[in-house]
């Protein structure tokens, strides 16, 4: 399974973006969907995570309300909407696949399959 990830910027305070991550390879089982992200100096931290049906959501609090997690089945594809963009929300944005279970996680270590990352600068 490959994952590519897409769509950061710079942006001001305030503003938004969208990213989006499509999966590809043979035997695809994208059951969770998940985004991290990893700033400069610190561990990689969840952001959010989608089940396969998009019936299950988990958010992060530091996200809950401005971020919206979706995915496309028939296209491979996850987005996050990401609104009202903080400068703490800076840092390497990582989607990544849990394979084994649809089980929705916020450990890294429970997701098999990582994108390249995609990075986004929220300035002041």
């Known amino acids: 399974v490959q994952l590519q990830a897409s769509g950061g910027g710079l942006v001001q305070a305030g503003d938004s973006l969208r990213l989006s991550c499509a999966a590809s390879?043979?035997?695809?089982?994208?059951?969770?969907m998940g985004w991290f992200r990893q700033a400069p100096g610190k561990e990689r931290e969840f952001v959010a995570a989608?089940?396969?049906?998009?019936?299950?959501?988990s958010y992060a609090d530091s996200v809950k309300g401005r971020f919206t997690i979706s995915r496309d089945n028939t296209k491979n594809t996850v987005h996050l909407q990401m609104n009202s963009l903080k400068p703490e929300d800076t840092a390497v944005y990582y989607c990544?696949?849990?394979?084994?279970?649809?089980?929705?996680?916020?450990?890294?270590?429970?997701?098999?399959?990582w994108g390249q990352g995609t990075q986004v600068t929220v300035s002041s």
């Open positions: 989608i089940s396969w049906g998009g019936s299950s959501t």
């Open positions: 990544a696949t849990r394979t084994d279970w649809n089980i929705l996680s916020r450990s890294p270590t429970e997701f098999d399959y």
């Open positions: 390879g043979r035997a695809l089982n994208l059951l969770v």
